[in-house]
């Protein structure tokens, strides 16, 4: 009698989900469920590292809004895939992960390869659990795709023993797949609520929002749009939300980083703060003085309850959808009538204006080797509004940050709060996956691309053509002059100057060298003509960016006020 493993049950479910893709690398505990995807028409890209396959995921996710999913085996897969599993959530990106692992039957019997999976992942994870059963195996799936979705997005991590997909059922006895589900059913924000944020927003002198991470997820660029003209209220995005208001929109004002915008300075006049969810973290200085002023108003708009209020009190709090809550307020304030334009727009107006100029002043430098702000400006052109950019390293690419605009929802990404280095390519190639057809660009630094150096093999052989922009001093740039401010000497930040394009090349992909200023344009222009995965390996001068120089001198400050 024909017989359903366990793994064939584990595969339907994901194709009742709507997955076509799988960033995995293989292993023994997982071959079950690689064969049967097989006669299901699922892909598999297969990486060199494990935490590369799930910061793919991530990537996948980023450009999409919908559950990728990372499949790796048990013990070291397992163990591998950890970094990238902290980094998709403290990211909150929607990844389901799956670790095999050996027979469940040897359980707590010192198995080859046995680690407690599920406690090693449930705290960098928004849920954990083995699955014991294959029976169990569809509504583990469904729920796990569910989860990862609802409230603020994230990982979902699940184990399946390798018995467990071998494991054979009679089909006549097969638990149905469940129907795929909404992420949830928030409650709709209260009519009271939304009045009072609009009675504060109207009333404000110097009202502003920020925008976050969940908002991308959940957040139409239409309302956000509609809120934002309704109020003449000005607009920052952070994380993955950068885009969801076009910094070309003349009421978007891009990063909310005093030291990347100069227009951010004038968060801490704000009398009325916006936030759509944004959690009162570090990004935005906990809420807190200097960020924000003391006697600041704040709305805060936000799906998870637990993250009202964080290290600040706020004034109102609306716990609802987020794309529901700002559709709420747009359409209150739409009744309410327009609002007079406020002289605050243009001091926002005039100081971002000014920054700019003063970047642009910045790439007219033509000294070798190049300032990082000519590499920034050379590549502008080559950066339209449906280009996918990712930045990753810790100061060439502030420059490219702080200069140009990010225009559309999911096409601009960064390393995310943990500000883990070396995520940058397996991103890039994720989004690259996703987007086939579209251009994806990637600034790295030379300390970051060393990380994940040999996904330039799986670009190549996926046929994932992003184009690569190397800032290469030789140095770990960041912490190099964060020592040299701190100490007057650098310890362990010297690297050598590498030929990256070469090794490139040698892969398979396009690589070239740039040195001089007039060069970088024509070698962009032949990288991405290649359609083939090409890095142009820049000479740059060592020089502090402004985020380097704005963390150096808060420390030096804090240093400088416990000394006394």
């Not at 023994?28 to 995807?37: F, Q, T």
């Not at 406690?119 to 014991?132: E, G, H």
């Not at 935005?284 to 704040?298: K, M, Y």
């Not at 502030?398 to 140009?404: D, F, V």
Request: net charge negative; charged share 20%; with cysteine.
């Amino acid at each position: 009698m024909a017989t359903v493993t366990g793994a064939e049950l584990f595969v339907r479910a994901l194709r009742a989900e709507g997955v076509d893709t799988v960033f995995t690398l293989i292993g023994d505990h997982i071959l079950p469920i690689a064969d049967a995807a097989v006669d299901h028409g699922i892909r598999f890209i297969d990486t060199r590292h494990e935490s590369a396959a799930m910061h793919m995921a991530d990537g996948w996710a980023r450009a999409t809004g919908r559950v990728a999913v990372c499949l790796v085996t048990g013990g070291p897969g397992h163990a591998n895939v950890l970094p990238g599993l902290t980094v998709t959530w403290t990211n909150e990106s929607p990844v389901v992960q799956i670790s095999g692992r050996p027979e469940l039957v040897h359980e707590g019997m010192l198995a080859h390869q046995e680690l407690d999976q599920v406690a090693m992942a449930a705290p960098i994870s928004k849920a954990a659990w083995l699955v014991r059963r294959p029976t169990d195996i569809p509504l583990a799936v469904a729920r796990a795709f569910r989860l990862a979705r609802a409230g603020r997005p994230g990982p979902i991590h699940l184990t399946i023993p390798i018995d467990v997909q071998e494991a054979r059922l009679d089909p006549a006895t097969l638990p149905p797949l469940p129907a795929p589900q909404p992420a949830h059913a928030p409650p709709a924000p209260a009519s009271g609520l939304v009045e009072q944020a609009l009675a504060l927003l109207r009333g404000a002198a110097r009202p502003v929002a920020i925008v976050g991470t969940a908002a991308y997820y959940s957040v139409p660029p239409a309302a956000l749009a509609a809120l934002a003209e309704h109020l003449r209220l000005p607009v920052f995005t952070v994380e993955q939300a950068r885009g969801l208001l076009s910094d070309e929109h003349e009421l978007g004002f891009g990063y909310a980083d005093p030291a990347l915008n100069a227009a951010a300075r004038l968060l801490r006049e704000a009398d009325v703060v916006l936030l759509i969810g944004k959690r009162l973290d570090a990004r935005i200085g906990f809420g807190r003085p200097p960020f924000l002023a003391a006697d600041a108003r704040i709305i805060q708009v936000e799906a998870d309850p637990w993250e009202i209020g964080r290290n600040r009190g706020v004034d109102v709090a609306i716990e609802s959808d987020l794309g529901a809550a700002v559709e709420a307020l747009a359409a209150a304030a739409r009744r309410a009538g327009a609002t007079t334009p406020h002289e605050w727009l243009a001091r926002l107006r005039a100081l971002r204006a000014e920054h700019l100029a003063h970047l642009r002043t910045l790439a007219e430098d033509t000294a070798t080797p190049l300032h990082p702000m000519r590499v920034a400006r050379a590549v502008e052109p080559f950066v339209d509004a449906d280009t996918y950019v990712v930045m990753d390293g810790g100061d060439f690419v502030q420059w490219p940050r702080a200069y140009l605009l990010a225009r559309k929802p999911g096409h601009w990404h960064r390393l995310g709060p943990l500000g883990h280095l070396g995520i940058g390519l397996p991103l890039a190639l994720g989004i690259q996956a996703a987007v086939p057809d579209a251009r994806v660009l990637l600034f790295i630094g030379d300390g970051s691309v060393g990380f994940y150096f040999m996904e330039w093999d799986t670009a190549v052989r996926h046929h994932l053509p992003i184009v690569a922009v190397l800032g290469n001093d030789a140095t770990w740039g960041i912490d190099n002059y964060f020592q040299h401010a701190y100490y007057g000497r650098a310890v362990a930040t010297s690297l050598r100057p590498v030929r990256y394009d070469r090794l490139v090349a040698e892969l398979g992909g396009h690589g070239e060298h740039v040195e001089q200023p007039d060069a970088l344009s024509a070698a962009l222009e032949r990288a991405f003509a290649s359609r083939k995965p090409a890095l142009i390996d820049v000479t740059v001068r060592r020089v502090p960016s402004p985020l380097g120089e704005a963390m150096a001198a808060r420390r030096l400050a804090a240093r400088a006020s416990l000394a006394e």
